[in-house]
């Protein structure tokens, strides 16, 4: 949690340098990166929203994800972050984002998505477009500690560049 707290520090440090807005869509984190940024004293400054959208309707009513999207790849892909991701723009005051879906635990994997499978979309309104699948280890706690860690990485890297 301590890694936690620090990223998100440097994340509200950079959101506010850059002058840029984040908004959040989870599945798998339930909130938890929403909620990490808003532990940090001042993020009304540059975090808007949060879409938990953990069902499939949830994910295409609040944020536009495609049913053909959803049945062709499954709510754990890539086609369906980016969609989300981009849904969270469309839907927000945000101009930067991040959306994750994943299979945190114990159950629900599968040969092909195996439980820690979480993939995750970042975007910006500049343009900016990133999908990724990680393969995360531990039980349910851990993986979504390790997703929660990894959007707000990512999201830092892409602001230091």
């Keep these: 949690m301590f890694q936690t707290h620090l990223l998100s520090e440097a994340l509200g440090q950079k959101l506010k ?3 840029k807005v984040l908004a959040t869509a989870e599945s798998c984190t339930g909130g938890g ?3 990490a940024i808003t532990e940090i004293a001042g993020s009304s400054e540059w975090f808007d929203r949060a879409f938990v959208t953990y069902s499939n309707s949830a994910k295409m009513e609040m944020l536009g994800v495609n049913v053909d999207t959803l049945e062709s790849h499954g709510a754990v892909s890539e086609p369906v972050v980016k969609e989300m991701v981009l849904g969270v723009l469309a839907n927000s ?5 991040v959306s994750i879906s994943g299979i945190a635990g114990p159950g629900g994997g ?9 993939c995750f ?7 900016w477009l990133k999908v990724a699948t990680y393969h995360l280890s531990g039980d349910r706690s851990q993986v979504r500690q390790q997703a929660v860690e990894t959007a707000l990485k990512v999201l830092c890297e892409k602001l230091d560049a």
Excluded at 93 to 97: E, G, K, L, M, R
Excluded at 121 to 127: F, H, L
């Design 93 to 97: 005051q945000a101009n930067i984002a």
């Design 17 to 19: 340098a850059a002058g």
């Design 33 to 35: 990166v929403s909620a």
């Design 110 to 118: 599968s040969e092909e998505k195996p439980v820690g499978t979480v």
């Design 121 to 127: 979309g970042w975007a910006d309104s500049n343009g």
